[in-house]
């Protein structure tokens, strides 16, 4: 679900914060509600391209927005909220949420509707407005202004984790034993690293995701997306929304618009997208995006391509089996695609083992990566944002080999929440015992394939006794709490008042 804006509060007034991205989840329906929120696109451009850095951006999506309706002279666990949208007129409500869907359908913040047919493969048709909080939700803006350092700290990691092949094969070896998907990644990996493939262009749209501990007052990272990071496009247009029912109904609610920050993710991933497309070098190749065969969040890609377009007029959409069926590499390293030379290789399919249905999709993926055309992400990146990278770099002295400013290590780390292989029996043991602080998470994009509670404990005793290597495909986490929210949720056309929770996501740019 598309998630809310944030309200950000300091010392002194509240600020209406886009969180980065939000993910909302409802106390009745977990997982049900994945706001967009404004993410802030920390915009970071490095030689060859001479430019000097972009704009951050916030904007927020997600499963449930995460009120903290708090600020730094406010105590975390103050159980009233400061703005309770819960007290809003019922007569209110009705009137407010009428105005976003009108606002919603003249906008564009749509997406495909599960109930027609053809809507996820054909524009225009099965539209409805993609659900959202009704109004921005509270966050601190130290807090918001720490995600927004750290992030391009975050692109130079990736990139650096990147370069280091041995550190990739060896982290993932484990893995590579139980989990399929995984495997397959590392074998094209492999295979780059035997030809000695190098990416003299380096191409990053990532997404940093990070919940707010209520028990700690940290803001942690929950994953680091460096491949088909979701909802730039709609995550602004929620800013939108928001600032205009903020205008709209001002006296009602006492809210100043003004305080939400812009959200320009989508223009700085369109600009770096047009950056890697100019460092290419070829005036006659293409931007080819890597597509699902249905998608029915295709509007939110549009967006991006639309603004591509105003800065370079061409760019192609393909599945990963047209890619097979159509492409071709030339003796150079050219990439070309049913007719077309390639320059841009955008991602936003192939992060799961459902988008390689046969083995057509590998195929595809192996000519892609053999190419000289600018992959976003390469292997290699897509790699470095898997869960057990991210484990490995919050061991001690891990992140050292990487970054050298001691500064940057200690931000870094200071966003990490507990990472724990499950070779580590006293981690796995105490999670056994207490089952309710941690997650199991395996190597997949999104948490719909996390297990949490006692769920943790029946998983952890299941491979203690068959005595597997399938552990090889978990990592446990640190359980984060985050505050609990009142928040107006709007599905299909209806709203309704419940509890959530949300995450803060980073869109980040890096071109190198």
């Known amino acids: 679900m598309l998630s809310s804006s944030f309200l950000v509060s300091d010392s002194t007034s509240l600020t209406t914060l886009s969180p980065h991205k939000s993910k909302l989840y409802s106390k009745s329906s977990p997982f049900l509600f994945n706001p967009t929120t404004i993410e802030l696109p920390n915009s970071h451009f490095l030689k060859p391209c001479n430019i000097s850095m972009a704009h951050n951006i916030i904007s927020s999506q997600g499963s449930q927005l995460k009120c903290s309706a708090i600020g730094d002279d406010l105590d975390i666990h103050t159980e009233k909220p400061i703005f309770d949208p819960h007290s809003i007129k019922p007569n209110l409500i009705q009137k407010m949420s009428y105005d976003a869907l009108v606002w919603s359908s003249l906008h564009g913040l749509l ?76 074998d094209i990996h492999a295979k780059m690293l035997d030809m000695n493939k190098k990416e003299e262009i380096r191409l990053g749209l990532h ?48 809210l100043d618009p003004a305080r939400i920050p812009e959200n320009k993710a989508v223009d700085q991933f369109a600009e770096a997208l047009s950056k890697a497309w100019s460092e290419y070098n070829n005036p006659s190749a293409v931007v080819m995006v890597v597509v699902q065969t249905e998608e029915r ?29 159509q492409g071709e590499l030339l003796p150079d390293g050219t990439l070309v695609v049913d007719g077309e030379a390639v320059a841009v290789v955008y991602f936003r399919a192939g992060y799961a083992p459902t ?22 992400p390469s292997i290699a990146y897509h790699l470095a944002g898997t869960k057990k990278i991210q484990q490995e770099l919050a061991k001690p002295n891990v992140l050292e080999r990487f970054l050298e400013n001691k500064d940057d290590i200690a931000k870094v780390r200071k966003c990490f929440a507990g990472l724990w292989s499950l070779d580590d029996l006293t981690i796995v043991k105490d999670a056994i015992e207490r089952p309710g602080y941690y997650v199991m998470k395996p190597q997949r994009e999104g948490g719909g394939n996390n297990i949490y509670g006692d769920d943790v404990k029946l998983a952890l005793q299941r ?29 299909e056309g209806i709203s309704h008042a419940d509890h959530v929770i949300s995450e803060l996501g980073v869109y980040a740019t890096y071109l190198r």
């Open 463 to 491: 491979m203690e006794k068959e005595g597997m290597e399938e552990d090889a495909a978990y990592i446990l986490m640190q359980r984060i709490f985050p505050t609990v929210s009142p928040a107006i949720l709007m599905r």
């Open 207 to 254: 997404r940093s995701d990070y919940m707010l501990d209520e028990q700690t007052n940290l803001l942690l990272q929950i994953e680091l997306n460096t491949i088909s990071s979701s909802f730039p496009g709609l995550s602004g247009l929620v800013s939108e929304l928001h600032r205009s029912l903020l205008h709209q109904y001002k006296q009602n609610l006492e």
């Open 111 to 186: 997406v495909g509707d599960r109930a027609s047919e053809k809507s996820g493969k054909v524009p225009g048709v099965g539209l409805v407005h993609a659900p959202v909080s009704l109004l921005p939700m509270l966050f601190p803006e130290s807090n918001w202004k720490q995600a927004c350092e750290v992030a391009p700290i975050f692109n130079e990691l990736v990139d650096r984790v990147s370069l280091d092949g041995k550190f990739l094969q060896e982290s993932l070896s484990r893995t590579k034993k139980v989990d399929a998907f995984t495997s397959r990644l590392l």
């Open 297 to 325: 969040n295709m509007y939110d890609q549009h967006w991006l391509f639309t603004l591509l377009k105003e800065r370079y007029p061409f760019y192609i959409r393909k599945t990963l089996a047209e890619i097979d069926e």
């Open 355 to 376: 988008d390689y249905p046969s083995e057509s999709e590998w195929r595809a993926r192996v000519l892609m990566e053999q190419s000289c055309a600018v992959k976003c």
